[in-house]
């Protein structure tokens, strides 16, 4: 008599033959090719995360620059006075305190203008902590402050920016009052040390720009 297991495979020898374990040796070569994968797919993803997020957060940083840099642009075009009567179109702010923290522009902003400077508008850029503001003094009409930025590294130097600056807030003018040489730094955020290592969570811009008032004059 047969016994049951032959029994069973008769009339079916290959199906019979087919019959094999998988050794503990090719399970773990499975095993870790698939863990390869994952992890060369989880690497990828968080490579490129890395990269949308710093070139979000680089973006940002240069447009809040770029928007300090044209409204500073705009009102140093519009600049206007004499050096020589004392009415100086660009100077250091404060001009009565010897600890500065910007610059500031002579605008007539009166509707029409007038030939006088005494009734002018005084708009000044400044810097507190990380937050560059705009402000005005004078006959301002319906100019309004307001802070432009606080994305730029704290301090301000009279200097014009290094090829390396540290500081956030450059301005240079020349002893006529008829240029200023603006330099800013910022990063995502201003407080932290842009390293190496944190460049992609934490990007630092500078820029700078050299304006000349259109207005003024030295006679």
Do not use: W
Request: with cysteine; net charge negative; charged share 15%.
């Amino acid at each position: 008599m047969k016994k049951p297991r032959e029994a069973f495979f008769q009339g079916y020898p290959d199906f019979k033959g087919s019959f094999r374990g998988v050794s503990l040796i090719e399970l773990m070569i499975c095993i870790v090719a698939i863990s390869i994968m994952i992890l060369s797919f989880y690497g990828l993803e968080t490579y490129s995360h890395k990269q949308l997020i710093g070139a979000d957060r680089r973006s940002k940083v240069q447009n809040s620059l770029a928007y300090c840099m044209e409204h500073m642009s705009k009102y140093v075009q519009q600049a206007s006075g004499n050096a020589s009567l004392g009415y100086p179109a660009i100077e250091l702010y404060p001009s009565a305190s010897s600890t500065k923290t910007g610059f500031q522009v002579r605008v007539d902003l009166n509707t029409p203008h007038t030939a006088s400077f005494d009734d002018d508008a005084l708009i000044y850029y400044t810097l507190s902590g990380n937050t560059l503001s705009v402000g005005c003094t004078g006959t301002c009409g319906s100019f309004t402050g307001e802070a432009l930025s606080s994305k730029v590294v704290a301090n301000f130097s009279n200097s014009v920016m290094p090829v390396d600056p540290t500081d956030g807030f450059y301005v240079e003018t020349d002893y006529l009052g008829t240029t200023v040489d603006i330099g800013l730094v910022g990063r995502y955020y201003p407080d932290q040390e842009s390293t190496m290592e944190t460049r992609q969570s934490n990007p630092q811009v500078a820029m700078r720009a050299k304006l000349i008032c259109n207005n003024s004059s030295i006679n």
